[in-house]
T-cell receptor, first 112, second 111 residues
Framework: GDSVTQMEGPVTLSEEAFLTINCTYT??????LFWYVQYPGEGLQLLLK?????DKGSNKGFEATYRKETTSFHLEKGSVQVSDSAVYFC???????????FGTGTRLLVSP | EAQVTQNPRYLITVTGKKLTVTCSQN?????MSWYRQDPGLGLRQIYY???????DKGDVPEGYKVSRKEKRNFPLILESPSPNQTSLYFC??????????FGDGTRLSIL
């Protein structure tokens, strides 16, 4: 079945450092890809998405490009802030965005 | 404000005592879903509903029931909770071909 693999955390960075969180996927069809963010004590919020190969999703300074050839959707940000500290989930959906398959999540800790 | 509301947010209970976690959305979404989040496993789908009176099993449905009598509500029922159902639960909703909106979560502890 479909699956998503994320790098294990925690990822610990200093403020203004460059961030990469790796995500690769396995799917039989042509899924849509997502990054969700979970701040402490809150639910998941959609951060960005891409629906086809070579699409780039972006939001709040975060970016991820749908790479079909490497089955990857790595999350990047050029300069992280303390307020970016959260858990980040990569996910895919095969069928009209209805069922999401999640990775295990990567905790990001940013220190001042 | 568009939102998915879950209640309760926290619950500690004992094995075998039936409980219900409510979920309500105000966006007129057709699709609703329940997930559980466990350390090292990410989120896994328990049940989902495509519309009123239409529900189906997700990846981990054992020990859970759901119902969808109204479009806005999708309660999760644990008829006889057991300690392995201690987890963080999320309800989500979406329209067709739209990203899912999540509630703030319900943390269940079953002793």
């Amino acid at each position: 079945g479909d699956s998503v693999t994320q790098m294990e955390g925690p990822v610990t960075l200093s403020e203004e450092a460059f961030l990469t969180i790796n995500c690769t996927y396995t799917a039989t069809g042509y899924p849509s890809l997502f990054w969700y963010v979970q701040y402490p004590g809150e639910g998941l919020q959609l951060l960005l998405k891409a629906t086809k190969a070579d699409d780039k999703g972006s939001n709040k300074g975060f970016e991820a490009t749908y790479r079909k050839e490497t089955t990857s959707f790595h999350l990047e940000k050029g300069s992280v802030q303390v307020s970016d500290s959260a858990v980040y989930f990569c996910a895919l959906s095969d069928t009209g965005f209805q069922k999401l398959v999640f990775g295990t999540g990567t905790r990001l800790l940013v220190s001042p | 404000e568009a939102q998915v509301t879950q209640n309760p947010r926290y619950l500690i209970t004992v094995t075998g005592k039936k409980l219900t976690v409510t979920c309500s959305q105000n966006m007129n979404h057709e699709y609703m879903s329940w997930y559980r989040q466990d350390p090292g496993l990410g989120l896994r789908q328990i049940y989902y509903s495509m519309n009123v009176e239409v529900t189906d099993k997700g990846d981990v449905p054992e020990g859970y029931k759901v119902s969808r009598k109204e479009k806005r509500n999708f309660p999760l029922i644990l008829e006889s909770p057991s300690p392995n159902q201690t987890s963080l639960y999320f309800c989500a909703s979406s329209g067709w071909n739209q990203p899912q909106h999540f509630g703030d979560g319900t943390r269940l502890s079953i002793l």
